[in-house]
């Protein structure tokens, strides 16, 4: 559950910004779209495959 605590003298719009950033970070939007439909297990290998691709490739990017 995500949630901020709001501080003494803090404007609404700063406290929801901080909240929208905390959200956005916790990836709780993210699993709800994953969950919302399914995906057969082929399909889950090759985006896991894919997603390790461009991990590997981002860091060896970054060593260059």
Same mark, same amino acid.
């Given at each position: ?8 003298? $803090?404007?609404?719009? =700063? +406290? ?8 956005? *970070?916790?990836?709780?939007? #993210? $699993?709800?779209?994953? =969950? +919302? ?8 290998? *090759?985006?896991?495959?894919? #997603? ?13």
């Amino acid at each position: 559950m995500v949630g901020i605590v709001i501080q003494e003298n $803090e404007s609404i719009d =700063r +406290a929801l910004r901080r909240f929208k950033k905390k959200y956005e *970070r916790s990836g709780v939007l #993210k $699993e709800f779209k994953k =969950r +919302a439909f399914f995906s057969k297990p082929s399909v889950k290998k *090759r985006m896991k495959r894919a #997603k390790a691709l461009r991990r590997s490739q981002r860091i060896t990017s970054e060593v260059s």
